[in-house]
C-alpha cells in the first residue's frame, strides 16, 4: 500500500506524465516492483497509461476532489465558528432548494445553545428570520407556492397573522437585507438573518439571542452583514452546499 501511495504521490508531480523507468528512478523502487504497481493502478483506474507514460487516472481524481471539497467543507464549518465567536451568537446556515428550507449547518456552544427545532424549520418559515429572509430572496410565484404548501400558522403569540402581512414584511426585508424576529419561532428567542449570495440559490446566514438581549440583535446582524455575509457566501459556493 505505501508503495502504491508512492507511486501515485510521483505520478501527481508529473503533471505531462512520466515513463516506468523514470517513475521507479524517483521512488527509489525496483524496476520489476514498479511495471506491477503501475499496472494494478492502471486496472483499478487510478492511473492511466498513454503511450508508454503514466497520468492519473479517474479513481485517483474522484479521491483528490472529495479530499479538496471535504477541506473547503471544514474551512467552512470554521468560518461560522469564528463568526459564532466574535458575535458571541449561535450562527446558522441554510438554502431554499427543491422548494424547501433546509438549514444545512448550525454552530454553537454550551455557553451559547442553537434554538431547538421544536417546530419543523421547514413547515415554519413564515415565524423564522431564516425562513423569511429566503422567502424574500424568492421570485413571487416560488413564495406564494411555498406558502400554498405551508401556510402562516401561529407557532407562538408573537407568530405573524396572515399571510398578507408577511408578503408586506418579506417586501420591506428585501429592502433592507436585514430580517429580524422577537420570539415569533420559539418564545424567549430572537432572531436575525442575514441573505447571502450563493450562485442563483437563495441562501441566508442567521444568529439566535436571548429576549433579554435584544439590544444586540440588530447591531451584532450588521456586523454579519458588513463583515461576514460575503466570505462565508463565496466559502458556501465553493463547496457547493
Known amino acids: 500500500m505505501q508503495r502504491a501511495l508512492r507511486l501515485l504521490e510521483c505520478v501527481a508531480g508529473h503533471t505531462y506524465g512520466a515513463p516506468a523507468k523514470q517513475l521507479a ?35 485517483a481524481e474522484r479521491l483528490s476532489s472529495s ?18 465567536d466574535v458575535l458571541g451568537a449561535p450562527v446558522y446556515y441554510a438554502v431554499y432548494r427543491e422548494g424547501e428550507i433546509d438549514v444545512l449547518c448550525v454552530s454553537d456552544t454550551p455557553a451559547n445553545p442553537a434554538v431547538e427545532e421544536w417546530a419543523a424549520f421547514r413547515e415554519t418559515g413564515h415565524a423564522h428570520a431564516i425562513g423569511q429572509c429566503l422567502l424574500s430572496q424568492l421570485g413571487e410565484e416560488e413564495r406564494r407556492d411555498h406558502l400554498a404548501r405551508h401556510p402562516v400558522r401561529p407557532v407562538t403569540p408573537y407568530t405573524v397573522r396572515d399571510g398578507h402581512s408577511l408578503l408586506r414584511r418579506l417586501d420591506r426585508s428585501r429592502r433592507a437585507g436585514v430580517v429580524t424576529e422577537r420570539q415569533e419561532y420559539a418564545v424567549g428567542t430572537v432572531c436575525a438573518a442575514v441573505p447571502v449570495t450563493v450562485g442563483g440559490t437563495a441562501a441566508a446566514i442567521a444568529i439566535s439571542l436571548p429576549a433579554h438581549q435584544v439590544d444586540r440583535l440588530l447591531p451584532a446582524a450588521q456586523r454579519l452583514q458588513a463583515e461576514g455575509s460575503r466570505s462565508v457566501g463565496s466559502l458556501a459556493l465553493s463547496i457547493s452546499i
Open 25 to 59: 528512478r524517483e521512488t527509489g523502487l525496483a524496476l520489476p516492483t514498479t511495471y506491477h504497481l503501475l499496472r494494478t493502478l492502471v486496472f483499478e483506474g487510478y492511473l492511466r497509461r498513454d503511450k508508454g507514460l503514466f497520468f492519473l487516472g479517474e479513481a
Open 67 to 84: 479530499g479538496a471539497r471535504q477541506k473547503r467543507r471544514t474551512t467552512f464549518v470554521e468560518a461560522l465558528a469564528r463568526w459564532r
